[in-house]
């Protein structure tokens, strides 16, 4: 049973992730232990599920076993069917509408089809269930569950899957069409021979309580998948839950939609012997309304019922990265390559488990994004999960313990009764055929032909002309071109954007400027495009694809070309090829001026008939083309050009047989080209940007040749468009091409639907007529009256800067003054011109809240009877800025203004000084109540933790969601070093995922840890308006968040590409209104409160939000304006000359903002807001609180764009039972009751008062996370940074650690384990020990098997870990102190990392040291490979030679031998001398720099210790 | 843009003035250009602001934050070209605006101003001396005529716009000479009038037709002006001048500025004897009127020769930074000591005039008092301090209170023309007047205001006049958003 659409709900963005895991046999032999040992996983993990709104219906949980033969011909006996041969039947697991009518049609039409397919239906049986096991929501919608036999009749076993599948395909089609199901209940869970699937809407332990089938001891398997949901939504839907036929899949992935499109696409070409000939009848082979996971399925099906294996299938669909990756067999990547123009791959986070019954096995994503632990028994069992430790085995039965590595696949094959490691799995796919070969005959690259010449560039007396009538402005060429093809980068701004949505502007925005970049935030992580660049891909094949079913040479005949961006040469040169392969055709955009508003229509539609005739006439190549407009000729927008063909193309299903191409110029920035691509363009050359920059060289305002200005532009276009594409956690442009990750805003439906189907428009808005005037309009500033005499210059544009003849801002001189008058004169009547102002300003013209008017009360309350302002300030917050963004001097300033007025100042991204923490002789405390972590964690120790009222995990910031950042070395003063733990003067860089947040679960995971360390301190997330944040929201309520904060588009310090600043997020209004209906309608608000912020700047703006569903409010912009801000958005080149956001000092003294103007403003704003509550009839401000229906949209007469507008999809009150709550009401359940961690600080009291040391012993459990966090802040509540005296606290600790393990340990505590541990291990650790070790009667080797999990010490501070064994990916990542020893680690490794020592005694994966700013490495270089292996961008790789690093790196290891016993540690230790030289020193540049500087200085002043450790 | 830290490392440096002594002794221009690197530094001071605070406090709306890092760069040809696309005459307000552009400059705040004026200035001219200041060709004519009557700032940039866009414009012009206020009001130590002329010719050159001497309504009907035109627009400025009524006002010896200044322009063109008609030297001169054109008066007398000047405000003297009520941006009501009041002469503040003495109906005193100003229900009043009266010796009484509106007799009698209550043309939206075709900008649409604001009037009347000659959208340029700081 599906969700429909609903207010601003939109069922696509439902996202969900999860814990999975299999047990196998290795040779296949089945057994009740099988099955029982992967229900043990499902319970074992449940923390990694959710539930809803009502604790009794979970997300989702199943089981996936082999056909438990034995169980069925007892059924089979007891049911009167007769006998069966094992593999002679097939069983489909099925879901049916419980209305019996609705029922007995979908049987008679399953029947039916089986008979007409030539099989033979045995019968029917009723599969046995508890219903008691239902939570309330999940029994509503249960669906009735039973099972059909279906006899192989003619047919070898393989034959008869495919059948069954075709069955299955034909009947779900049919009962779509007969319409007998309409509230879509059915659903084949599944339907094979070989495996079954039982899952419902059930919490993961009530599975087999549920199901009883699996009480029997009779079902039995020698393979069991299992999978529990953990899903942003409760809305019930008992199909989604997994495992699914094939897979069960933790992750998500992000290209679906264009994957199902290509999928649409080739539907022409596809062909299989197999299927004996066309699969027509199967379409659609994806099911578009279902889950990204199901979708996958859905393909991963189809490609091994087609003929390949599953491993090979998962080679397809989820590639290595393999384009940039210097360690790859040539031969792999021929694979890769050429597999490529098959498939593109399915991106996104991954770790998929599959089976067909026979072979079982599982893959991790390109990025290893997710988790996934095997070990390997002495009773010849596997076991794979997300975590380590979910089944417990004696130590001694371990022969293996490993992880799933990024694009590594692990299969396990029961027939031939072994395991097979990824080298030998794909050494048999990638060699079965010559692919390289193939390759070099037939891929052909633009340097193989003879270059054609480029168009003459346009003449100066025509650029002018077509600059203006393609919408070019001063600001485009001044702001966005001449800066690009100088620097080859982006330009970079501050302080977000405060213009009119596109469809409120009057200035005839182009096309580009309706849609907003989609981003990712906590379902799924963005990428660091720059520092993790090995896995990512801008390669471009272009021209046919082919039939994904074959392999033959000549379907990788295409066009390879290195970046999707042409030159006009290179395109002339493609223009020229005539070697047969390629057959050009040029479709003409231009259409005629003058005619009428359906002229663009028309045009379009004549466009669309052209690309299906030239194709039919066998043109592989389209070219779409703006050249030639004159003054009779406007060009249809580029961008509804292409998504116009490629639509009807895919819709005529023969969109593959042509590559599409544009030349067009419009695009020039960043945002045109991610457009233009991700809605199907292979290429796009930007003909006039670059005969700009042509012009610009030749008349000397651009310094360089032509060709280096037009190669650096590519350049920053390039680099810009693949961090459109990381914020999505995107890696190749093959998959992001066409995959629309766009949201429209002010675009009418049906033009949505028709030429942009599938892409989100909520708000309704302009259709193509009105696209046709904004047209003419940009046509008539080059051609039109104005033109005759105005061509010396182009409009001055106004977009990033205001410019009083461009575009509106919201701060503009009138508002700046006025506010800044009003709070230095005292003068409420000032503010109330100020809010008139911005209250009137946004009517209409700015934001979708200016289109609101209030619904008056019958009679008002009246203002003495309303809440005070005082009381109402109290929800008012300040955004958050760094000390570092901004000075010290305005950061304290604010924090003294909140702590008076009793609202909440915010630390941002950058710690706090511990001296803030004491109040001010006055009784003024500088101290912010909301402690923020984001991505970079910059002082985030236990210490900064346990002095919150509030610790907010940022997951996106307004002006840049999806992106990191980067503090340059030279802002990095004493000071801010300090309280970032960092070295003065190296740069700090923000990864733009928390390392420790992958996935929802893990978010909840991060949660926990932070409640467990402060539990007084309320959790709060931070999320960014986009469609679908709703559901984000809900996902995130379900993981324990206290407050939710939804951002919007506008707002944000700090440097951002202007291409985020304009373009990614969408305005506070729809998310806010979207999260409040989500949740309300999931009956998950109460748990939670609602913060807004993003450009609120009045009291009607609080009011609105309130009504909309906030309860809180967030002010950035406004407070630093009330403090003297001018917007100079020059935040970040620190020369802000009011002294806000700069560190120079001689800027700093000229600040001369008070807490009192902070405390004026806000207070303004709260009695703005208390008289609109009386006219609104409300008396308390909670009241208030999601009563959207007291807003109605006001007619807006005279603007032609925005009159088009229907916000009731916004102003949507969801209907539910009064008892669902509409704001919060109730406390979240954290679970913390029972925490280890109260028994560890029970005992340990003496220590805690300071008394004599404790030793503790202490068995744990996966499911014991964040131990250590909960007894470190109490040591850091009571002793802040300093901690106890070493060792005051030892626990000696026995099993599998689960996640989190020793997190923000403080000095005093010392942690050993004997076991392992999962990921996050020592995450922020603040001057703890820990240490862990295989268990003594292990009888595998330490440093060869996997020990710790991924991520961990990320952000640690201070302190030690050793680990007796292997970490996982990005070990270290973001460390700022700690001194670490491990005998190996993973991909990633000290990534990001700004201070403490690793010492790496064993093999490191991949891209170690990327983006390492400071600290030290040292890697024991077995192989001698390591050079290969390390980023070199930021570090030098030099011999351990400097006799205090030797003595550095000995002691740390005797330190490892000491704690852990290591035998690798004692070897080396032996050997000393001679194994001294095999040590690498990872050292980064700049912080070598730095310290040498420093101790010249030190030198100077006094002598200094040759072992001297550079303090952090 | 610009140079990121050009603000941190140059202080403001204004062009420098004349020494005192060598400039009274002539009428030509005291202010010195600067080098170019000075310039260029200078340029680099502008931060490009994120809301530059500037082009909204320019009347024109300049593209202010452009030009200044085009100097920076040294691309002063480009500078240029942006500067004129907003602003018809540089060379007049680079000389004699009072900036408000800087007053508003966000540099300001903590830190002085960006030379915002001095920099407009050195570009023109450096265009002029580079020959970049070319004539427009004007490619198409629409077969459409305006007049334009007077030939002021606003009138020639009215007309100069009009004439871009392909109107047949005749401009005309009361007195001898092209300028208006420019030419006979302006002392020549501030504008020398070559520029006027060497703009002028550009004009001529571009197709507008000057005609000179003729004063519509005496000469010319405006009837019959409005049947030979297809618009017309009324640039007359506003010449009626605030008199003084006390006793001894019918004494000889009082003037008022506007017939002592335009006299000293004649003379200095050669139009004028330079001994008869009001003079200054060897009289006690006293000027009323504290504003820039008292200090015009101040600086013609000393160069007269003078025996005494003495320069007297009504108003008590501002404060030397800017007052609690009065912030930045607005602008600054701060003590200020024009080139003129550096020159000589005694200023005094808080006075009023009570009566003037003669002797034989030819004046010989001044008496005055000290006034206060005091709050009374809300409302700021002025009060004679009792006992603060005294005397002034004085030959020469310049009557500067500034003007009242525009002289519209002929206007209403010929035409019947509606007029609002503060004495200018009422009409059914700005830059309209009652009258069908007829329209008005500058001093006379505005009342006395800046040069600065003449042009740009001159250029938003232009646009709509255009707009409806040729019954279409406005084609001619904007200043854009017009809204007040407060």
Not at chain 2, 168 to 191: A, C, Q
Request: charged share 25%; glycine share 10%; hydrophobic share 40%.
């Amino acid at each position: 049973m599906r969700q429909q659409r609903e207010g601003l709900y939109e069922p696509s963005t439902e996202h969900d992730a999860c814990g999975m895991g299999f047990v196998a046999h290795i040779r296949g032999e089945a057994s009740r232990g099988i099955v029982e040992d992967a229900l043990r996983i499902l319970s074992r993990l449940s923390h990694r599920a959710a539930c809803g709104c009502d604790p009794e219906t979970g997300d989702g949980a199943g089981i996936l076993t082999q056909i438990p033969h034995r169980f069925f011909q007892a059924e089979f006996e007891r049911l009167g069917f007769g006998p069966v041969r094992r593999r002679g039947y097939g069983v489909a697991q099925v879901f049916l509408p419980p209305e019996p009518v609705q029922r007995a049609r979908c049987e008679e039409i399953f029947e039916e089809t089986v008979t007409s397919e030539g099989q033979r239906v045995i019968g029917w049986r009723d599969v046995p269930i508890d219903s008691a096991q239902v939570g309330r929501i999940a029994g509503q919608v249960r669906p009735v569950i039973r099972q059909m036999f279906i006899e192989r009749r003619r047919l070898v076993p393989t034959a008869f899957e495919r059948k069954l599948y075709i069955i299955r395909k034909l009947v779900e089609k049919q009962i779509a069409e007969a319409g007998c199901d309409p509230d879509e209940f059915f659903h084949v869970a599944s339907m094979s021979a070989e495996t079954i699937v039982y899952k419902g809407l059930l919490l993961p332990e009530r599975l087999p309580l549920f199901f009883k089938d699996l009480q029997s001891e009779e079902f039995i398997s020698g393979i069991a998948l299992v999978h529990s949901r953990f899903s942003t939504n409760t809305f019930p839907t008992w199909d989604l839950a997994q495992p699914l036929r094939y897979v069960c899949h933790n992750g998500e992935i992000n290209t679906v939609r264009g994957n199902r499109n290509w999928m649409l696409a080739r539907r022409s070409l596809l062909q299989s012997a197999k299927f004996e000939g066309p699969i027509d009848r199967l379409f659609p082979i994806i099911n578009a309304s279902a889950s990204d996971s199901y979708q996958f399925d859905n393909m991963l099906e189809l490609l091994h019922l087609g003929g390949r294996t599953l491993p090979h299938a998962m080679m397809m669909l989820i590639p290595e990265a393999y384009q940039n990756d210097p360690l790859m067999a040539d031969e792999r990547r021929a694979f890769y390559d050429y597999t490529s123009s098959l498939m593109e791959p399915w991106d996104g986070p991954a770790a998929m488990a599959f089976t067909d019954g026979h072979v079982v096995g599982a893959t991790l994503d390109r990025n290893g994004l997710r988790p996934a632990r095997y070990l390997v028994t002495t009773d010849d069992r596997v076991i794979l999960a997300s975590e380590t430790g979910v089944i417990d085995i004696p130590p001694s039965m371990i022969i293996r313990k490993g992880r799933l590595q990024p694009g590594r696949i692990f299969v396990v094959d029961t027939n031939e009764g072994r395991i097979i490691d990824d080298e030998e799995v794909k050494r048999d796919i990638i060699n079965r055929f010559p692919y390289r070969r193939w390759l070099e005959k037939n891929v052909v690259r633009l340097t193989d032909y003879e270059a054609a010449s480029a168009p003459m560039p346009t003449r100066e007396e025509d650029l002018m002309r077509l600059q203006r009538a393609f919408g070019y402005t001063d600001e485009d060429i001044r702001v966005i071109l001449a800066p690009m093809a100088e620097a080859g980068e982006e330009p970079t701004g501050s302080m977000g954007t405060d213009t009119p949505l596109a469809v409120l502007s009057d200035k005839a925005p182009s096309l580009f400027s309706y849609f907003k970049q989609l981003f990712a935030q906590v379902t799924n992580p963005p990428i660091d495009p720059i520092r993790e660049s090995v896995v990512m891909s801008l390669h471009t094949a272009i021209g046919m694809g082919g039939n994904t079913f074959d392999e033959t040479p000549e379907q990788c005949h295409r066009l390879a070309i290195p970046s999707p961006v042409l030159t006009n040469a290179e395109l002339a040169t493609i223009r020229k090829v005539e070697d047969g392969a390629f057959e050009t055709r040029t479709l003409s955009l231009l259409y005629d001026v003058k005619k009428g508003p359906e002229a663009l229509g028309q045009a379009v539609t004549a466009l669309c008939k052209a690309a299906s005739e030239a194709i039919d006439e066998g043109n592989n190549l389209l070219i779409l083309s703006d050249r030639g407009v004159d003054s009779r000729h406007v060009a249809i927008p580029a961008l509804l050009a292409v998504s116009a063909v490629h639509q009807h193309l895919v819709r005529e299903g023969i969109r593959m047989q042509s590559g599409l191409l544009v030349e067009t110029a419009e695009a020039r920035e960043v945002h045109h080209f991610a457009l233009l691509i991700g809605f199907g363009a292979a290429a796009v050359n930007p003909w006039l940007a670059l005969d700009t920059l042509t012009d610009l060289c030749a008349r000397n305002e651009c310094p360089l040749a032509p060709e280096k200005a037009a190669k650096n532009y590519i350049k920053a276009i390039d680099k810009g468009l693949l961090k459109v594409m990381s914020k999505l956690g995107i890696s190749a442009v093959s998959s992001y091409r066409g995959a629309q990750l766009f949201e429209a805003i002010g675009l009418d439906r049906s033009l949505v639907d028709e030429h942009f189907n599938g892409t989100a428009s909520r708000i309704q808005g302009v259709g193509l007529p009105e696209l046709h005037l904004e047209n003419q309009e940009r046509h008539s500033r080059g051609f039109g009256p104005e033109a005759a005499f105005i061509l010396t210059d182009l409009p001055t544009g106004g977009q990033y800067q205001w410019r009083r003849q461009g575009e509106l801002h919201k701060w503009n001189p009138a508002t700046i003054s006025r506010l800044q008058e009003s709070v230095r004169a005292d003068s409420y009547e000032k503010y109330k011109e100020f809010a008139e102002l911005a209250n009137n300003e946004s009517a209409g013209h700015f934001a979708v809240r200016g289109l609101f008017d209030f619904v008056p009360a019958a009679t008002p309350v009246p203002l003495d009877e309303v809440e005070s302002a005082e009381s109402i300030a109290r929800r008012f917050v300040t955004g958050a800025m760094s000390f570092g963004s901004i000075s010290a001097e305005a950061h304290e300033t604010l924090a003294i203004a909140m702590n008076r007025l009793g609202g909440k100042s915010n630390t941002g991204e950058g710690g706090e000084e511990s001296e803030r923490y004491i109040p001010l002789p006055n009784g003024d405390t500088r101290r912010s109540s909301i402690k923020q972590v984001a991505s970079a964690r910059f002082g985030v120790h236990a210490e900064y933790l346990v002095n919150a009222d509030e610790l907010q995990i940022k997951m996106a910031q307004g002006a840049k969601p999806g992106e990191g950042g980067q503090l340059p070395g030279h802002k990095v003063s004493e000071r801010i070093a300090r309280v970032r733990c960092s070295t003065p003067g190296v740069t700090l860089i923000s990864p733009p995922p928390h390392h420790d947040i992958y996935s929802i679960e893990d978010l909840a995971q991060l949660i926990y840890d932070l409640k467990t360390v402060n539990e007084k301190a309320r959790i709060s997330v931070k999320l960014v308006s986009e469609v679908g944040v709703g559901t984000v929201a809900a996902g995130v309520s379900k993981a324990r968040a206290e407050c939710i904060i939804i951002a919007g588009d506008s707002g944000g310090t700090g440097a951002s590409p202007l291409s985020s600043i304009k373009h990614a997020g969408v305005p506070w209004e729809l998310g806010l209104a979207e999260a409040q209906q989500v949740l309300v309608r999931n009956d998950l608000r109460g748990r939670v409160r609602l913060q807004v912020d993003g450009g609120v700047r009045t009291g009607r703006d609080v009011v609105i939000g309130a009504l909309l569903g906030a309860e809180e409010f967030g002010f950035a912009t406004a407070p630093l304006v009330a403090m003297g801000c001018i917007m100079l958005r020059k935040c970040h080149q620190n020369t802000c000359s009011v002294g806000i956001a700069t560190q120079d000092p001689e800027l700093t003294a000229k600040f001369d903002g008070t807490p009192e103007h902070v405390i004026r403003y806000l207070l303004y704003v709260a009695q703005e807001a208390r008289e609109w509550m009386s006219l609104l009839g409300f008396r308390t401000f909670d009241q208030m609180v999601g009563h959207a229906e007291k807003l109605v949209q006001r007619p807006i007469i005279g603007h032609w764009k925005a009159e088009r507008l229907d916000l009731s999809s916004v102003l949507h009150v969801p209907v539910v039972s009064p008892d669902v709550a509409t704001r919060y009401n109730e406390p979240q359940q954290h679970g913390l009751e029972t925490h280890l961690d109260r028994k560890l600080i029970a005992s340990s009291q003496s220590a805690l008062q300071g008394g004599r040391p404790v030793v503790l012993r202490q068995p744990i459990s996966n499911a014991d996370r964040a131990v250590g966090a909960m007894l470190g802040g109490e040591v850091a509540r009571k002793y802040g940074n300093h901690g106890l005296a070493d060792d005051s606290i030892s626990v000696k600790f026995t099993g599998s650690a689960g996640q989190s393990f020793g997190a923000f340990l403080p000095r005093g505590i010392t942690f050993h384990l004997e076991g392992d541990a999962n990921d996050y291990v020592g995450k922020g650790l603040s001057g703890g020990r820990i240490a862990i070790q295989p268990p003594a009667q292990s009888s595998f080797i330490a440093e060869e098997n996997i020990l710790v999990g991924n991520t961990l010490l990320y952000g640690a501070t201070a302190g030690e870990a050793y680990f007796r064994g292997v970490a996982g990916e990005r070990f270290a990542v973001r460390n700022s102190g700690a001194r670490a020893v491990v005998e190996g680690v993973g991909d990633h490794g000290c990534e990001y990392m700004t201070g403490g020592i690793v010492v790496v005694l064993g093999r490191t994966g991949r891209n170690f040291a990327a983006g390492m700013s400071g600290g030290m490495a040292f890697v024991f270089d077995r192989d001698g490979e390591f050079q290969r292996r390390c980023n070199r961008e930021m570090v030098e790789l030099e011999s351990l030679i400097d006799e205090s690093d030797i003595w550095l790196v000995h002691d740390l290891v005797e330190n490892h031998v000491r704690f852990t016993g290591s035998a690798l540690g004692r070897r080396l230790l032996d050997n000393w001398e001679m194994m001294v030289a095999r040590f690498v020193k990872v050292m980064p540049t700049e912080y070598k720099r730095v310290l040498q500087q420093r101790r010249a200085q030190r030198r100077s002043q006094q002598t200094s210790d040759p072992r001297a450790i550079p303090a952090e | 843009m610009g140079k990121v830290t050009g603000f941190m490392e140059a202080n403001r440096q204004a062009a420098e003035y004349r020494d005192k002594k060598d400039r009274t002794q002539d009428w030509r221009e005291f202010v010195v250009d600067r080098p170019e690197e000075t310039a260029r530094t200078q340029g680099g001071r502008c931060m490009d602001c994120g809301v530059p605070f500037c082009q909204q406090g320019c009347p024109l709306g300049n593209p202010i934050p452009e030009f200044n890092d085009l100097i920076y760069r040294g691309r002063w040809k480009q500078a240029y070209e942006v500067l004129r696309a907003t602003n018809n005459f540089p060379e007049f307000t680079g000389r004699l605006c009072p900036a408000p552009c800087e007053a508003a400059c966000v540099l300001s705040i903590n830190n002085t101003a960006v030379t915002i004026e001095q920099n407009e200035k050195e570009i023109v001219e450096r265009a002029f001396t580079e020959g970049w200041v070319e004539p427009h060709r004007v490619l198409r004519r629409t077969g459409r005529s305006v007049a334009v009557v007077g030939s002021g700032p606003a009138g020639l940039a009215a007309a100069d716009q009009l004439n871009r866009a392909g109107h047949t414009v005749t401009v005309y012009e009361k007195s001898d000479r092209i300028g208006g206020l420019l030419r006979y009001g302006i002392p020549d130590f501030k504008l020398e009038k070559w520029v006027i002329e060497r703009r002028i010719s550009l004009l001529r050159t571009e197709g507008i037709t000057f005609s000179t001497g003729v004063e519509i309504g005496k000469d010319i009907r405006w009837t019959d002006l409005l049947e030979d035109h297809d618009a017309v627009v009324v640039c007359i400025g506003a010449g009626k001048a605030r008199d003084l009524d006390v006793p001894g006002r019918d004494l000889q010896g009082i003037h008022f500025a506007m017939d002592f200044l335009p006299q000293q322009n004649q003379r200095v063109a050669g139009d004028f004897d330079t001994v008869s008609g009001v003079v200054a030297t060897g009289k006690h001169v006293v000027i009323l009127g504290g504003g820039d054109t008292g200090s015009d008066c101040l600086g013609t007398s000393i160069r007269h020769g003078a025996a005494s000047v003495t320069q007297i405000e009504l108003m008590p003297a501002p404060p030397s930074l800017r007052a609690h009520n009065n912030p930045w941006p607005h602008w600054p009501m701060v003590f200020r000591t024009s080139s003129s009041q550096a020159e000589g002469g005694a200023r005094e503040f808080a006075q009023m005039t009570t009566r003037l003495i003669g002797e034989n109906g030819v004046l010989k005193e001044i008496e005055m008092i000290t006034i206060e100003v005091v709050t009374e229900n809300g409302r700021s009043v002025i009060r004679p301090v009792p006992g603060s009266e005294k005397r002034l010796p004085c030959d020469l009484l310049i009557l500067a209170m500034g003007f009242t509106g525009p002289v519209l007799d002929s206007l209403q009698s010929q035409l019947n023309i509606d007029v609002t209550p503060r004495g200018v043309p009422a009409g059914p939206s700005k830059f309209r007047t009652s009258v069908p075709r007829l329209y008005v900008a500058g001093d006379a649409f505005r009342g006395a205001s800046l040069i600065v604001w003449a042009i740009s009037d001159g250029r938003e009347a232009a646009r709509i006049i255009d707009a409806d000659l040729i019954e279409a959208a406005p084609r001619l340029p904007t200043r854009g958003q017009d809204m007040a700081f407060a």
